[in-house]
């Protein structure tokens, strides 16, 4: 329980590196802690700001990430399937 950290009234703090689209620190946001996650990759950085400051309710975008991919595959248009993100605002959430 994090109310055995506790120091004064701030939660710990929480580094995530290699966050990727921030979905570890935004989930540990949602416990209380407080956290900040980092990333080397300028495209992963892009889709987070996407994803955390951008969306306004669940499933709002449709992205394609196996459409560069040839591998593990079962049929010919399998690396056009789309996915919706995020399955969870974070605007909403917190």
């Known amino acids: 329980p994090k109310e055995k950290f506790m120091r004064g009234n701030r939660p710990p703090k929480v580094m995530c590196p290699g966050s990727g689209l ?3 620190p935004f989930e540990v946001v949602r416990r209380g802690y407080e956290s900040q996650g ?3 990759s300028y495209h992963m950085l892009l889709g987070s700001q996407m994803i955390l400051n951008c969306s306004q309710f669940p499933l709002q975008f449709e992205i394609y990430p196996f459409v560069l991919g040839l591998g593990q ?3 010919a248009h399998d690396h ?3 996915v919706r993100v ?3 605002a974070p ?3 917190l």
């Open 22 to 24: 921030g979905r570890l």
């Open 38 to 40: 980092n990333e080397f």
């Open 73 to 75: 595959r079962r049929g």
């Open 80 to 82: 056009l399937a789309g």
């Open 86 to 88: 995020p399955d969870v």
């Open 91 to 93: 605007g909403q959430a």
